[in-house]
Structures are given as C-alpha cells and as structure tokens.
C-alpha cells in the first residue's frame, strides 16, 4: 500500500498515417471520425498489443452525441487470461480530478462561493500560511508569510502552492504529515496539508499536487455532506454512471482490471495486486478528490459527453453551458511563466480542473487536437478529452506505469486527427 500511494504522490505530481489539420471535415454532413479514422484507430491500438507495449487497450468515441467508434484490444488481466472489454474497470486516477471540479462548480452556480475567495473563509486550516524561502548555514527551514492568501481560483488551477518532492527539506515535511495516509479523513487530510509550508507564494507557479484533493474537502465543507455521497447524488447517479466508485463492489471483481509496470527495456510485469488493487477493495476513510475513482469507458464517456453538451446529458443538466464554458476557460495568466511540467503537455493552459487547449501545435512532435479542447488523463497512462469543435469526446483506458512513457496519448491522436501539418492546418 506504501509503495502504491508513493507512486501516487510523486505522480501528483504511426505509420500510414497522413496529415489532417485536426479542423472539423469540410461539409457539415461529413463525419469527422470516418471509415479511414476507424481504420487508423484500430492499427495504432493493435499495434501498442502486438508490440508489447501495454497489455489491454481499450477507446470509445463519440462524435454530435453518437458512438462512432469502440474498440479492445489485448488483456485486462493477462494471468487470468481476462480479455479488455467495455466492461473492464479501470483505476482512472487524475481523471478523478474533474470530477471534483464538477462537484465543486455545481456549489458556485449556486453561490456557496466566488472563485477569489480566500480560501481559508470556508476552510481555517489554511489560514496564515508560511512559504519556503530555503534552509540557513544549519540546515533549518526559513520561512516567510505568504504575500495573499490561497484563493478557490488557486485550488482549481494548481497555483496555491502547495509542495511537491523537488525540494528535499519540503519532500521530508510532506512525508512526515502524512496527509494522504487512506485512514484519513478529508478533514485530517487538510489540516496535515496546511500545516506544511508552501513551495511558492500563491498565483507565482503552476505545480501539480493536492489541490483538487482540497477542493473535496471544500465540497464536503461547504454542502455539509460526505464528498464521495455528494458526488454520488449530484453527478454519478443522475447521469447513470452506475460501474464508478471509489470502492470497487464485489460482484463486479471480475472486470477489475490489472495494473502493468513496463521496465525500461520494455517488459511487462503485473503490480501485485496487494499494491495495485489495496485502495479499492476496501472502504477507507480518505475519499481524494484528486484520485482514487475507478470506472468504465461508457460510464466516464456519460461524463465526457455531459461536458461537450455543455452541462446536460439528455434531460440530466449537471451544470449551466456558462459553468462548462468557465472551466474550459484557460486561467493561467502569461505573466505566469513558471509551470513546471505543463508546458510538456503542448499548447495548453489549464482551466478549472482541465488542461485547455490554446492554439495548434507548433509542431508535429507535439499532441495533436483542436485548438479549445479540453483534457485531462491518469497515472495509469488512461486519457480523455473533450472537443467542442468536432463534437467529440474520446476515453482511452489502459493500466499501465509508468505513465505514458510509450506516448500513448500522442499516438492515439494522431490516429484519430492525423499527424500535425502546420501548412494545412486550421485549428479554430
């Protein structure tokens, strides 16, 4: 269990192929996802098994709210010669997070709260605090008062401060508290998480951590309800999406897919299912906001497609198409130049809870889509996105660490919007 939820922590921290612009077809009528894409999908995805890449790949699409594309390949559970299906369930991780910031918004439309608010009005914990300005002649901590208070805003888009592992004196605090220790609850959790310092004031960085993991805690303040039931009402029940829990149930064992760990020389081996499945199986007290959920591809598209119909799903409205177009809004001000790894991910800003896609790539080695989208993925290497522009949502599942180091996702986008052509293309 120790060593699964390190991985966590520190992860909270095609041939063939030509180029297509990522633009929507040329006629109305047309089908962006067409026979060609399919085809493409299904290469790129078998060739990942055939290869030895990951051991079960799974995708569903869906383009103007109709499934245009599903396919499986390879094992859920290889050793018990379990093939991937549609009704595999998959450690989403970070997919979790939106989640979150779905439960979390559906409290601002109804004004519990405004996003500059300081944080601390609604949790106390995080009051008054302290940031790392770096150790003395004798290895002690010298700390300063934050400049301005932890906003809501900040929670949202990874800018509160809070500390990642980079620095050793912070990563020992971090260890110490224990914050995520799963016989937490949230209330624990927070006041662990205040009581270490912050890495940077708030609003100067964009470091991924802990946020969205406050951000529950949030919901659970302010709805004066359990988190994991708020969401339970508020958005897994009303859109059906009845295979997503925290705590796996027991008749639904059999479909729960199996974690692969590929070594540096490309081996597959299983996590043991002792670490991989622990968090699970069993009904801890911690119920994150940033990770823990498990799902399956239709369950995670109801979400998905919620969002590209900006808020509904059939009759169900989860939000207003104000809300979603907010949170799909990139926040991140350019005067904000330091951002640790999210400039990896390509052209992208980060909205509330999402990574926002703000222009084409600037070259065809980055991931490819459509200029407005927005996405996020799991340290198991899962992905979604939604697009605005063609109308689609794409669900990718696998279970594989270390995350993505296969390039997966870009693969993936490539075979469903063609390699990046700067000469041909026209993001909107």
């Known amino acids: 269990m120790k060593i699964i939820i390190s991985l966590l922590l520190v992860i909270f921290l095609i041939s063939g192929i030509q180029p297509v612009s990522g633009q ?13 894409v399919k085809k493409r999908i299904d290469s790129m995805l078998s060739n990942f098994i055939d290869e030895g890449k990951t051991a079960g790949l799974s995708a569903l699409i869906f383009e103007k709210g109709k499934e245009v594309y599903f396919n499986a390949f390879g094992y859920a559970d290889k050793e018990a010669n379990v093939r991937m299906n549609r009704s595999t369930i998959v450690r989403i991780f970070s997919m979790t997070k939106p989640v979150t910031g779905v439960a979390l918004m559906t409290l601002y439309e109804k004004g519990a709260f405004q996003l500059d608010d300081p944080l601390a009005k609604y ?11 770096g150790v003395d002649a004798n290895g002690k901590i010298m700390l300063e008062p934050a400049r301005r208070p932890i906003t809501i805003r900040d929670i949202t888009r990874h800018t509160a401060g809070f500390p990642g592992t980079d620095i050793p004196a912070l990563a020992t605090l971090v260890k110490n508290a224990d914050a995520f220790n799963p016989n937490n609850s949230l209330t624990q959790m927070a006041a662990k998480l205040a ?38 009402e508020i958005i897994l029940d009303p859109l059906g999406m009845i295979h997503t829990h925290y705590v796996v149930p027991e008749k639904d064992k059999k479909q729960f897919a199996a974690i692969y760990f590929r070594s540096n020389e490309g081996a597959l081996s299983r996590v043991p299912d002792e670490q991989a ?6 009904n801890w007290k911690l119920k994150p906001g940033g990770w823990g959920l498990t799902s399956t591809l239709d369950d995670y ?43 990896g991910k390509g052209n ?16 065809r080695e980055e991931t490819n889509g459509a200029t407005g989208e927005f996405y996020w993925d799991g340290a198991a290497s899962t992905l979604f996105w939604v697009d605005p522009v063609n109308e689609i949502t794409a669900v990718l599942f696998t279970q594989l660490f270390p995350y993505d180091q296969v390039k997966l996702h870009k693969t993936f986008r490539d075979a469903v919007y063609g ?6 293309a026209k993001n909107k």
């Not at 499945?277 to 069993?282: A, D, E, I, R, V």
């Not at 390699?419 to 041909?424: A, K, R």
């Open 301 to 343: 598209t109801k979400f998905a497609q919620m969002l590209v119909n900006k808020g509904a799903l059939g009759k169900v409205r989860i939000l207003k198409p104000e809300t979603v177009a907010l949170m799909a809004t990139n926040q991140l001000p350019d005067t904000l130049t330091k951002r640790s790894w999210l400039p």
């Open 24 to 36: 929507p077809a040329n006629k109305k009528s047309d089908p962006f996802i067409s026979a060609v």
């Open 195 to 232: 009581s270490v310092p912050l890495q940077f004031h708030p609003g100067d960085e964009w470091l991924y951590g802990p946020s969205v993991d406050v951000q529950a805690y949030l919901v659970e303040r302010i709805s004066g309800k359990p988190f994991d039931q708020y969401i339970q």
């Open 123 to 133: 949790a106390p914990e995080f009051s008054n605090m302290q940031v790392y300005k």
């Open 348 to 363: 992208v800003g980060f909205g509330i809870d999402f990574a926002v896609r703000v222009g084409p790539p600037a070259s």
């Open 419 to 424: 390699v990046y052509s700067p000469s041909t």
């Open 277 to 282: 499945s622990t968090f699970n199986l069993k």
